[in-house]
């Protein structure tokens, strides 16, 4: 009888935090929107700033979004690779703050966790979203601990721990580190389009140590493989000419880390870029907009939202080429349900002269529709 009764309660909380997500995701975020005197200014993004550890791992509730992103390859004790994504977001609304009301939705929590199996042949992924109320769903300041119902990224020390109990897979990782931060841009402030104020505040931690279980099927195995952690907070991520970006997270196989974007523009050319190559003895290159470019090499088309997506690109990066190559071409992720787009988001080889130099993922937005954060 206690087993039924933790159940049907969890189950209670897992409804009510959808719920409470879907009273304000997608559409509603524009209707919140609408509430626009008096409000409280969204704290900027500003060159100078110095990013403290492990303080700023945590939450900045004063800033508009902000996201928590850890992607990886794991390995099955069959030794058959697969990736994970699991992302948490925070988005602060433009709403009064006087408002006295526990519900008022000062802070919106928002999840996505998918998995990039080649035998299962498509994105298996599950997503969530919440206002951050009554204990629901939050992020704490200080250090790194963010939670939707039972989805949960805690910092342990030096390590972290991803707990997802999604609907066709559970995941339970912890990540461990075993290099220092890569603050991006100029010492962790990095630029997203011409104008000054296009900026956030950015640090990776790449190879981290994944090692956990993975249930699917009523079926639990031990797995273990490395992974990426970015942490982003921003109050104006894109330009109005922006129309989403293309960006890789790639842990090399020598030790060495790269990662690279670019913004596109209405046009689909370009409009910002930017990345960092950090080598395996710990030398630094931060790459200006004009050093790095990324040239489609093959397209993929979705047959389920008609969009078409270069899946393949080169990569240049200063004096550095890579190939990117995806694990499978169709990792497409529907998340209108909580934040209102598709993007193709997935598992990818990095290759230098046709060999494999290292594992990580691509994400590409604004494809299906111009993102709008």
Do not use: C
């Amino acid at each position: 009888m206690n087993g039924k009764r933790k159940n049907l309660t969890s189950s209670r909380r897992r409804t009510l935090t959808l719920l409470g997500g879907l009273l304000v995701a997608p559409k509603a975020f524009a209707q919140l929107a609408a509430h626009r005197l008096p409000l409280t200014p969204f704290a900027p993004v500003v060159p100078g700033y110095t990013l403290r550890f492990p303080y700023d791992e945590g939450s900045h509730p004063e800033f508009r979004t902000e996201w928590w992103y850890v992607t990886g390859w794991l390995d099955t004790p069959a030794r058959k690779p697969l990736g994970f994504q699991i992302t948490f977001f925070r988005t602060r609304p433009e709403l009064k703050d006087d408002n006295p009301s526990a519900f008022s939705p000062r802070q919106i929590l928002v999840a996505h966790a998918a998995l990039s199996d080649p035998a299962h042949g498509r994105l298996q992924h599950d997503q969530r979203a919440a206002r951050a109320v009554l204990s629901l769903a939050g992020a704490d300041t200080g250090h790194t601990r963010v939670w939707l119902d039972e989805w949960r990224l805690d910092q342990e020390n030096t390590s972290y721990r991803a707990r997802i109990p999604a609907r066709e897979f559970s995941i339970d990782l912890v990540l461990d580190t075993v290099q220092p931060p890569l603050l991006q841009g100029q010492n962790g402030f990095s630029r997203k389009g011409p104008a000054p104020e296009s900026a956030s505040y950015y640090y990776s931690i790449p190879h981290l140590k994944a090692r956990g279980t993975l249930t699917r099927g009523g079926k639990r195995q031990q797995v273990g493989g490395t992974a990426w952690m970015d942490h982003e907070w921003s109050s104006q991520y894109l330009e109005k000419d922006a129309t989403g970006w293309d960006w890789i997270g790639i842990n090399l196989a020598d030790g060495g880390a790269l990662m690279a974007f670019r913004m596109r523009d209405r046009q689909g050319g370009h409009l910002w870029a930017g990345g960092a190559l950090r080598q395996a003895d710990g030398r630094l290159t931060v790459f200006s907009p004009g050093e790095v470019r990324f040239i489609p090499l093959r397209e993929w088309t979705s047959t389920r939202s008609g969009t078409t997506y270069p899946v393949s690109f080169l990569v240049r990066a200063g004096d550095r080429e890579f190939a990117i190559e995806p694990l499978f071409d169709d990792q497409e992720n529907d998340t209108r349900l909580s934040t209102g787009t598709i993007y193709w988001e997935g598992a990818v080889r990095a290759l230098h002269e046709g060999k494999p130099v290292g594992r990580g993922y691509l994400e590409l937005t604004g494809y299906w529709h111009p993102l709008r954060l």
